[in-house]
């Protein structure tokens, strides 16, 4: 399976973006901080598709989408702190990204499930 084609993985890619992006207007001391935590967990996302799609089992690759989706929920944390301390105001865009990539990863466990 090429990780490339799959609508997760391109939609987590655009996610990674997003939080780079989002992540330039948060103050300098947050450079090793917060920004590098969002980043390191959205560059997760992607990362962890990629390698279980390389994988040579569904069993495997469900684990990393596992491992995707608890990098996702770190990463909407970050968020919400990011918010609270009021380095960036609500960012609807990102939110519906978040959602989406939450969709499409739960979709894509469940139908290698079945």
Not at 68 to 75: N, R
Not at 85 to 100: A, G, H, R, S, W
Request: no cysteine.
């Amino acid at each position: 399976m090429d990780h490339k084609e799959l609508d997760v993985w391109k939609k987590s890619m655009d996610l990674v973006v997003t939080v780079y992006q989002i992540t330039q207007l948060f103050p300098d001391s947050e450079k090793f901080g917060l920004t590098s935590q969002m980043r390191r967990a959205a560059v997760s996302i992607p990362s962890n598709i990629a390698e279980g799609a390389a994988r040579k089992g569904d069993r495997e690759l469900i684990h990393f989408l596992h491992v995707a989706l608890g990098s996702l929920s770190e990463l909407e944390t970050q968020y919400l702190i990011a918010m609270r301390l009021e380095f960036i105001k609500n960012e609807q865009v990102f939110e519906l990204q978040m959602i989406d990539v939450k969709k499409l990863l739960i979709g894509f466990r469940n139908y290698l499930n079945k």
